[in-house]
Structures are given as C-alpha cells and as structure tokens.
C-alpha cells in the first residue's frame, strides 16, 4: 500500500515506494543506530546512563508516536452512521489540538483545528473526527498540506463536499529559531462544496470563535 491513496498528486505525503516494507521494530533499530551516530557527532559521551538510552527513544518516539501517521494501516477507523435527525445545519467540532512536526525542521507544530461539515446522509462519531486529524497531524508535515489532507478524507468519508478544515499553529522553527517570533501563529483553511458561499464560511466562523470555558 502506497501512501492515501484516495488522494491525488501533491496532497500526498511523499513517500519511499519501499516505505512500510520493513517492519515498525526494523525501523526502530536503524533509526537507534543513526541517531546515536548524530549524538557522537555532536560530541556526546553515550556511555553517560543519562544519554545511553536516548537513542532508543528516539526512534521508538520517531516511529511509535510522532510519525505514526505515516503508516495508512494506523489510520483510525471512522464508521459512519445515517443521518437520522437529518440534522442539515453546520456541524462543528473544535479546539482539536494540533501535535505535529514540521518536515523541514522536524520542530513540533502546537495548535489547534476547527472542522465543519453539513451532513448529507451519513455521520460520524464527533471524537472520529479528532483521531482523524490526530493521525494526519502525526507525520513530517507542512501545515498546508495538513489542512488539505484532513479536508479530503473528510469530504470522502462522510460522502459530501460540504466540509471545512481551519488549523491555527505555531511553528517551533519560526518561534524558537531562525527569526525567533513567539507570539506568530500560522492559520490556513481548506473548504469544498457550501462552504464556497461567504455566507456559509461566515455563519461557521462565527460558531467558532464562540468560545467554552
Ligand atoms: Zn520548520
């Protein structure tokens, strides 16, 4: 299996033709190897029982945690249910945390997404939809791809266009490096079907910036 391969062309992570032939434990034994070559590089004593063990951790946290969104046999399995009410009306779900890593830098990406939909015949379980970002989040990402991503298989599996994806984050390689900016934050938003009426965007935004305690 290659990458999502319900989506097209530069929505895609890429991807090693090769990527999940070895198995997760494979990989987190090269990835121990390399990483403890960089730590000696940069002149750490691994013998220290502080760093002996840093590699391992590493790469267990590399393949296990933070990027095991690249793998599309973790995606989460989102059932979907009739639409029973025939609730038609914006349906939004908000304040989803963003933990991700940006590719260029392989810097945590910290924030936020706000995803809204108008159910045709199916829905989901609304914590479906926070895995679902959750897994897209958890690879090497750049947020416009993110965006766009979470929107596409959102559109495929709940079987309407009508659907919405704002990500608001701050970018450790913007904040803590480089330019070191601490108070920007990134804010993209990807839309389809409806939410192409500035009516409708505009009835959605105003349902997120109503804030819970
Ligand atoms: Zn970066």
């Given at each position: 299996?290659m990458g999502?391969s319900?989506?097209?062309g530069a929505?895609?992570?890429p ?12 990989k987190?034994e ?7 070559e ?6 750490l ?9 840093t ?8 393949v296990k945690?933070?990027f ?8 989460p ?19 989803i945390?963003i933990?991700?890593?940006c ?11 706000h995803v809204g939909y ?5 829905v ?22 993110l965006?766009l ?17 704002v ?5 450790l390689c913007?904040?803590?490096r480089g330019?070191?900016d601490k ?5 993209t ?9 500035p009516m ?7 349902m997120?910036?109503?804030q819970?305690?």
């Amino acid at each position: 299996m290659m990458g999502d391969s319900h989506i097209s062309g530069a929505t895609e992570t890429p991807l090693r033709a090769d990527a999940f032939e070895k198995s997760d434990d494979a990989k987190i034994e090269r990835i121990q190897h390399h990483f403890s070559e960089i730590m000696k590089e940069l002149g750490l004593d691994l013998t220290d029982d502080s760093l002996s063990g840093t590699p391992y951790r590493v790469a267990k946290m590399y393949v296990k945690e933070l990027f095991y969104g690249l793998n599309p046999k973790n995606r989460p399995k989102v059932s979907t249910f009739d639409n029973k009410y025939e609730y038609q009306k914006i349906l939004v779900e908000q304040n989803i945390t963003i933990d991700s890593a940006c590719e260029h830098h392989f810097l945590p990406i910290v924030g936020n997404a706000h995803v809204g939909y108008i159910p045709k015949d199916k829905v989901v379980g609304l914590s479906k939809l926070n895995r679902l970002v959750d897994y897209y989040a958890h690879r090497p990402q750049v947020q416009e791809r993110l965006c766009l991503q979470i929107l596409r298989d959102l559109q495929k599996t709940l079987g309407t266009e009508d659907v919405i994806v704002v990500v608001n984050a701050k970018h450790l390689c913007v904040s803590s490096r480089g330019i070191k900016d601490k108070s920007s934050f990134t804010t993209t938003v990807e839309f389809g079907g409806q939410f192409a009426d500035p009516m409708i965007r505009k009835e959605f935004f105003d349902m997120v910036s109503f804030q819970l305690d």
